[in-house]
């Protein structure tokens, strides 16, 4: 794959703080855990797994806090990412708790901190040169000032004839800032990579495969990531296909998706197929569940 088309991600660096618990927590005393400090975010995360996965050039736009720079950079570099870190010297880094439990099932205590302060001015279409593919985590698209710098990556993209994709990222938050909000801002998108919560929360509709047809409707190349059951691959209003995941001893499944998101896209620019490259995402996001945090 070495020598693709370069992947440029525009979304959020955050620091992590994994809690893994194996007995339920005891409100108002302690509950032992086994805790680490990682490097996170949903971009980055995508950016590691897309490099481990063989694409060459892979580039992370992102604000951080200033005091966090360059141990995110550093990280990054290591994991074969560019780094193209914006300092922020008046907001922190984003920081996530991610409580996980015996099932290793997670979930996310969140501080969005400078993720969100991501702006127009840190955006120039000269970012976009030698990028054969922009990805764009929807994080960005909870706050307006955020939300306009996405809107300005993608259109810039779509001028230059690149394609786009989005995880739309958090259930949680899409019901709070509102579905049509979020549909609103995809009209540039060519693939959209939600899981099953957050496909049937912008579809209104139970069942999954109804909801990736039917998203397909609006973004041409649907995938929904399923956990253990794989992913479903829908096409302009029709599921073309379903692909199994691959067996795993699950501990923790933080970034899963961004590992099935990576692996996809690195080798959709290497010229896959949306099965195969789906059938890609499955394998990494198998082995993502065998670790503790989100990267590689």
């Known amino acids: 794959m070495d020598g693709s088309p370069g992947l440029l991600v525009v979304g959020d660096v955050v620091t992590d703080v994994v809690a893994r618990h194996r007995t339920p927590l005891a409100r108002g005393t302690d509950t032992a855990a086994r805790i680490r400090i990682l490097p ?18 892979v580039r992370l736009l992102a604000r951080a806090g200033e005091a966090d720079v360059a141990w995110h950079a550093e990280r990054l570099t290591a994991a074969g990412v560019r780094p193209l870190l914006v300092p922020d010297a008046e907001a922190p880094t984003a920081t996530v708790v991610a409580l996980v439990d015996e099932g290793a099932e997670r979930t996310f205590l969140t501080d ?11 955006w120039a279409p000269s970012l976009l040169d030698g990028v054969g593919h922009l990805h764009l985590s929807g994080y960005l698209l909870f706050s307006a000032t955020s939300r306009r710098a996405a809107g300005l990556a993608m259109r810039s993209a779509r001028e230059r004839g690149i394609p786009v994709s989005v995880d739309p990222a958090s259930a949680g938050f899409i019901a709070e800032v509102g579905v049509e909000h979020v549909l609103s801002a995809l009209d540039c998108a060519d693939v959209l990579f ?7 929360l912008l579809t209104g509709l139970p069942d999954s495969a109804d909801a990736a047809a039917k998203l397909s409707r609006i973004v041409p190349l649907t995938v929904v990531t399923l956990g253990g059951r794989g992913a479903l691959v829908a096409e302009s209003g029709r599921v073309t296909a379903h692909v199994p995941a691959e067996p795993a001893e699950a501990v923790d499944t933080t970034g899963a998706g961004d590992a099935f998101t990576g692996a996809f896209l690195a080798a ?13 995402g499955c394998r990494a996001g198998s082995r993502a569940v065998t670790l503790v945090g989100g990267r590689p």
């Open 40 to 57: 996170g975010g949903a971009g980055a995360n995508v950016c590691c797994w897309a490099a481990l996965w063989g694409c060459a050039d």
């Open 112 to 122: 969005s901190g400078a993720v969100l302060r991501l702006g127009p001015e840190d």
């Open 268 to 280: 959709r620019l290497a010229g896959a197929d949306a099965a195969t490259a789906a059938a890609e």
């Open 194 to 200: 939600p899981n099953a919560d957050e496909a049937r």
